[in-house]
């Protein structure tokens, strides 16, 4: 599985940016395609997973309410859409893959097999 994070830049608080990370070499509705963020000094952390298909969505509570994913099939892609956001947003920005994951472990990035390369989002006060 290789996937393509692209979308990120330079955005006003308050403002908006769409990622999309692009998957080749398996479908997006058998497997479950997170995002992470890693802002510097800090460890890796959970953002969002579209788990297996979009079955079901999940969320940190720090973007609960601002940042939705989603997927698109035909492109085999799947998007977080970021509105409302705030200067602690700042961060690379890493989607991941797996097909194995269960439940409890949709959050840990360490069960990930498969990343993409980073987005830089950097959010202006």
């Known amino acids: 599985v290789q996937l393509q994070a692209s979308g990120g830049g330079l955005v006003q608080a308050g403002g908006s940016l769409r990622l999309s990370c692009a998957a080749s070499g398996r479908t997006i509705s058998r497997q479950t395609i997170a995002w992470f963020r890693q802002a510097p000094g800090k460890e890796r952390e959970f953002v969002a997973a579209?788990?297996?298909?979009?079955?079901?969505?999940y969320y940190a509570d720090s973007v609960k309410g601002r940042f939705t994913i989603s997927g698109d099939s035909a492109k085999n892609t799947v998007y977080l859409l970021m509105n409302s956001l705030r200067p602690e947003d700042t961060a690379v920005y890493y989607c991941?893959?797996?097909?194995?994951?269960?439940?409890?472990?949709?959050?840990?990035?360490?069960?990930?097999?498969?990343w993409g390369q980073g987005t830089q989002v950097t959010v202006s006060s």
């Open positions: 579209f788990w297996r298909g979009g079955s079901n969505t």
């Open positions: 991941a893959a797996d097909s194995s994951i269960i439940l409890s472990s949709v959050r840990m990035f360490q069960s990930y097999d498969y």
